[in-house]
């Protein structure tokens, strides 16, 4: 019925245990990050408040409050790249290379052979951030052919379920950009550029297929995440209700923050894990269509832009392989 197995894709979390610890301490220290640069921003707006008298002190630490929380966003805005670089597409590296049953290189430790795939594949942060976004606009341009045939069909009433089924798409294609990504790690390609333009023009060709999985996956991902905010309002709210002045409700906030590193930390990699299984099953031995390509064409300027830097793309140098690298088929 679907193109993973889920035991194999637990296996995977198992055996990249030190990249999961890696992303549980970057996610979960980003959600302690908004609680106490939040509860700070409250505190000192409580304090100033105080000079204003009593009745003025919980507007205060509201707005305290909610300048800790816009700063804190504010600073991870600008930390996207490096979170992106080193952790996700790191993780992806090695799970690549397990899926393919290729051992890592003898004295590496997963984080760093992970960073060395990833810093050879994309040479820096920045590159792979602009391949990730225009990824992303690509793939809302395939899921876009599915949401006009829902426009078509003249059925009364199904404008609400189209919106649901929009919103769904939207949340099930979040899985499938870091696939792309993978297929370049994969293929062990000098081009950056020309390996996201062939992996997307493989997922176009198979974007029925792939989305029946990413749809899957998503109601797993997301209904255990929702479990996850369930059970974590009460704590939540607890820390919240420490917080002076107005921000009590805050707990809602907190426990959406944690569920969130939840989901980012283990949900997240063990949804790539069936996606990356699906990806490489359906599209194995795949030769690329040219009609998709002219199709992703016309649906999108961004695939346009790939293709033209995959064209235009000159491999940087590498440094030779180690002994233990290349024994081992790394890169």
Known sequence: MYDFDFSRAIG??????????????TYFAIAAAYVLVTGTGAGIGYGVGGFSGPDEQIGYAFWGGIIGFGLTAGVLYFLREYILYNVKAGHIA?????????PLPEGK???????????????????????????????????????????????PGLDNIAK???????VAVGFVDEVILAHAIRTRSDNPW????????????????????????ALF????????????????????YLIPGG?????????????????AAVLEPLAIACMLQAFFKVTDGQALDPAWDERLESL???????????????????????APEAAAGGV
Not at 164 to 170: K, T
Not at 253 to 259: G, S
């Open 94 to 102: 090695v799970m690549v290379e397990m899926i393919d049953g290729r």
């Open 300 to 322: 999108s300027d961004k695939f346009t832009d790939i293709k033209e830097k995959a064209m235009a793309y000159v491999p940087t140098p590498r440094s030779p392989r180690t």
């Open 247 to 263: 921000w009590s409700a805050g707990g809602v906030v907190f426990a959406v923050l944690f569920a969130w590193a939840v989901k």
């Open 221 to 240: 991902v997301y209904g255990f995440a929702f479990l996850v905010f369930l059970v974590m309002l009460a704590p939540a709210a607890t820390v919240a």
């Open 109 to 155: 430790g997963q984080i760093t052979y992970g960073a060395s795939v990833v810093k050879e594949r994309f040479v820096e942060a920045s590159v792979l951030f602009g391949i990730d976004q225009l990824i992303k606009g690509v793939i809302r341009a395939v899921t876009g052919l599915m949401e006009f045939v829902l426009d078509l069909i003249p059925v």
């Open 194 to 217: 020309g390996a996201a333009h062939e992996a997307l023009v493989l997922y176009g060709q198979n974007h029925r297929r792939m989305m029946k999985n990413a749809a899957f996956v």
């Open 164 to 170: 649901i089924l929009r919103a769904f798409l939207n």
């Open 12 to 25: 995977l979390m198992v055996r990249t245990a030190p990249y999961i610890a890696f992303r549980a301490v």
